[in-house]
């Protein structure tokens, strides 16, 4: 029961309501360990990645519990309690809760956190720039520990933009003595979600959004509600499966203000998207597509979570295209998987040469990661015959109920 088995063929009709987005919820839910008190974090998917990270709060003595989709964080029990390997180990965004707890108790050790397998993602520059910030850190085989007497400011210039490290950073220095920098900070819309959360905390934070952030030290923060955004690889990922599946969706809640590079790549690859106050219509139906080119980056430019889905997109429409991905070195694991399904995709360096081939046909694939997995998913849409993609747990780590979701639109599609 850990696959999904895919009928391909049909069209995609109707609406789908875009759940909340991972990469916000993640860092907001470590970041209420800054705060003594219940915060509500509403919004809040229910996918895997937050669930393992209410049991690592939970390990750290905080109540936690759901309610529909806010998640309700009482923070007054926390004690120093070790975090669950198992937890940390599949998880990256575990890393999160070190800034956070250096700032709260002054001492963590926990095991190097895991995540999807698609690059070196070392944490060196998590634990330097901590380091500038007054934080004495052992590196052990397994496991690290982390201690600090009292968090300092400090300027922080960075060697490329990182967003879980800019994340680390922004929750280590809120409660810091005196200012602290943060150069080249990352822009991404769950950077800025995360800073929007800790300022109506009471954080003094500056140039959220923006390359350089100036955050000054506040001596506590308040227990706050708070509404996390909606997820923009989701939304990207039901508009790529309505490019490969063909039809028309809505895609209610879809935050359109942040998915500007991502809708004009659509666009150019050859779907009609109209934004509306309240979401976005996707007409994928065959198009004339200008351009099948794509480069990966920080926000704003393409982001690399889009990438693999944007990749399906390419191999289910039969044309060349060519994508190029410049934020993780080993985003191409999906490559073998849709050749199996008849397509004709060639890397070279960092860069994936999509050649045209004819419709993609069923086959067993394997998911070996988050986004990739999904993006087999939505390839075999389009596919001829019965495709299976396995490891559903991957995909199950970001995106709430897509057999679900895919089925309400017409797609064929069920668990295996
Ligand atoms: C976050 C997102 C992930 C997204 C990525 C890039 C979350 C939970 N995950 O991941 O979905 O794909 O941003 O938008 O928000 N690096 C180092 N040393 C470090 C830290 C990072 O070399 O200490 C490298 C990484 O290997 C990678 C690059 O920096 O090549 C960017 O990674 P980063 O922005 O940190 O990604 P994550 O925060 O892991």
């Given at each position: 029961?850990?696959?999904?088995?895919?009928?391909?063929?049909?069209?995609?009709?109707?609406?789908?309501?875009?759940?909340?987005?991972?990469?916000?919820?993640?860092?907001?839910?470590?970041?209420?360990?800054?705060?003594?008190?219940?915060?509500?974090?509403?919004?809040?998917?229910?996918?895997?990645?937050?669930?393992?990270?209410?049991?690592?709060?939970?390990?750290?003595?905080?109540?936690?519990?759901?309610?529909?989709?806010?998640?309700?964080?009482?923070?007054?029990?926390?004690?120093?309690?070790?975090?669950?390997?198992?937890?940390?180990?599949?998880?990256?965004?575990?890393?999160?809760?070190?800034?956070?707890?250096?700032?709260?108790?002054?001492?963590?050790?926990?095991?190097?956190?895991?995540?999807?397998?698609?690059?070196?993602?070392?944490?060196?520059?998590?634990?330097?720039?901590?380091?500038?910030?007054?934080?004495?850190?052992?590196?052990?085989?397994?496991?690290?520990?982390?201690?600090?007497?009292?968090?300092?400011?400090?300027?922080?210039?960075?060697?490329?933009?990182?967003?879980?490290?800019?994340?680390?950073?922004?929750?280590?220095?809120?409660?810091?003595?005196?200012?602290?920098?943060?150069?080249?900070?990352?822009?991404?819309?769950?950077?800025?979600?995360?800073?929007?959360?800790?300022?109506?905390?009471?954080?003094?934070?500056?140039?959220?959004?923006?390359?350089?952030?100036?955050?000054?030290?506040?001596?506590?923060?308040?227990?706050?509600?708070?509404?996390?955004?909606?997820?923009?690889?989701?939304?990207?990922?039901?508009l790529?499966?309505c490019m490969?599946?063909?039809g028309r969706i809505?895609?209610?809640?879809?935050?359109?203000?942040?998915?500007?590079?991502?809708l004009?790549?659509a666009v150019r690859m050859g779907a009609a998207v109209t934004c509306?106050?309240?979401?976005i219509l996707v007409d994928g139906r065959d198009h004339e597509s200008?351009?099948?080119?794509?480069?990966?980056?920080?926000?704003?430019?393409?982001?690399?979570?889009?990438?693999?889905?944007?990749?399906?997109?390419?191999?289910?429409?039969?044309?060349?295209?060519?994508?190029?991905?410049?934020?993780?070195?080993?985003?191409?694991?999906?490559?073998?998987?849709?050749?199996?399904?008849?397509?004709?995709?060639?890397?070279?360096?960092?860069?994936?040469?999509?050649?045209?081939?004819?419709?993609?046909?069923?086959?067993?694939?394997?998911?070996?990661?988050?986004?990739?997995?999904?993006?087999?998913?939505?390839?075999?849409?389009?596919?001829?015959?019965?495709?299976?993609?396995?490891?559903?747990?991957?995909?199950?780590?970001?995106?709430?109920?897509?057999?679900?979701?895919?089925?309400?639109?017409?797609?064929?599609?069920?668990?295996?």
């Amino acid at each position: 029961m850990d696959a999904i088995r895919i009928y391909g063929g049909n069209c995609l009709e109707g609406q789908t309501t875009v759940q909340g987005s991972k990469n916000a919820s993640l860092p907001i839910l470590a970041a209420t360990l800054l705060i003594n008190g219940v915060c509500e974090i509403e919004n809040c998917p229910d996918i895997s990645d937050v669930y393992h990270m209410q049991r690592l709060l939970t390990s750290l003595g905080c109540r936690v519990e759901r309610k529909g989709t806010c998640v309700c964080v009482n923070t007054c029990c926390l004690s120093m309690c070790d975090m669950p390997a198992d937890s940390v180990c599949v998880m990256r965004s575990s890393i999160m809760l070190l800034g956070a707890l250096l700032a709260r108790t002054g001492r963590v050790c926990m095991e190097y956190p895991g995540g999807c397998v698609i690059g070196a993602r070392p944490i060196d520059l998590h634990l330097k720039s901590l380091r500038k910030m007054g934080v004495v850190i052992e590196e052990k085989e397994t496991e690290f520990c982390a201690e600090t007497s009292r968090l300092k400011g400090a300027a922080i210039k960075l060697p490329f933009v990182s967003v879980g490290v800019t994340e680390n950073l922004i929750l280590a220095a809120v409660l810091a003595e005196g200012v602290t920098v943060i150069e080249p900070a990352a822009r991404e819309p769950e950077i800025q979600a995360l800073c929007g959360f800790l300022q109506e905390a009471g954080a003094q934070i500056e140039g959220s959004g923006t390359g350089r952030l100036v955050i000054h030290g506040v001596k506590a923060l308040k227990p706050v509600k708070y509404r996390v955004p909606a997820d923009r690889i989701v939304a990207g990922t039901y508009l790529c499966a309505c490019m490969c599946a063909g039809g028309r969706i809505f895609l209610k809640d879809a935050p359109v203000c942040h998915m500007e590079s991502i809708l004009s790549h659509a666009v150019r690859m050859g779907a009609a998207v109209t934004c509306e106050p309240d979401g976005i219509l996707v007409d994928g139906r065959d198009h004339e597509s200008t351009c099948n080119r794509l480069t990966t980056g920080c926000y704003p430019m393409f982001p690399t979570d889009m990438q693999s889905p944007a990749m399906a997109v390419m191999a289910a429409s039969g044309r060349k295209g060519c994508i190029e991905e410049t934020v993780f070195e080993n985003r191409f694991r999906i490559v073998g998987e849709l050749n199996k399904m008849g397509a004709n995709i060639m890397v070279r360096g960092n860069t994936a040469y999509v050649n045209g081939s004819g419709r993609l046909c069923g086959a067993i694939v394997q998911a070996q990661e988050l986004r990739g997995g999904a993006a087999l998913v939505i390839a075999a849409l389009s596919a001829e015959g019965t495709s299976i993609v396995t490891n559903r747990h991957y995909i199950d780590r970001g995106y709430e109920d897509i057999v679900l979701n895919l089925r309400r639109l017409g797609a064929d599609v069920e668990l295996a």
